[in-house]
């Protein structure tokens, strides 16, 4: 069974920083593509960033600069780099692993995942 636990949200205030963690148990993170998505309120899912098999790396235009994704396969741990924070990066954040991509690709659309996290919380206030 596979598994994706986020950590790392919180309460930080705007211009400041915050890393998020996701931990995926069972034998899909080599072979998977990870990514991460918020959701805010009243708002749709949207992709933030992802990292292929080979480590390739993309942004979303919003956090171009400001966040950095990276993956260690030997822990199987995805992480997102938050600086700069700003009020509107307010929304839970899901971390996702696709199954289903080329090595290099990052998928940047929700269907294209099919396992997910619970997400957690990220409140930056003004």
């Known amino acids: 069974q596979v598994q994706l636990v986020e950590f790392g949200g919180g309460l930080v205030e705007a211009g400041g920083s915050l890393s998020l963690s996701c931990v995926i148990s069972g034998r899909t993170f080599g072979s998977s593509a990870m990514g991460w998505f918020r959701q805010a309120p009243g708002k749709e899912r949207e992709f933030v960033a992802g990292v292929s098999r080979s480590e390739t790396a993309a942004y979303a235009d919003f956090v171009k600069g400001r966040f950095t994704i990276f993956r260690d396969n030997a822990k199987t741990t995805v992480y997102l780099r938050m600086n700069s924070l700003k009020p509107e990066d307010t929304a839970v954040y899901y971390c996702?692993?696709?199954?289903?991509?080329?090595?290099?690709?990052?998928?940047?659309?929700?269907?294209?995942?099919?396992?997910w996290g619970q997400g957690t919380q990220v409140t930056v206030s003004s």
């Open positions: 996702a692993a696709s199954t289903m991509t080329l090595y290099s690709r990052v998928p940047a659309r929700g269907d294209e995942y099919d396992y």
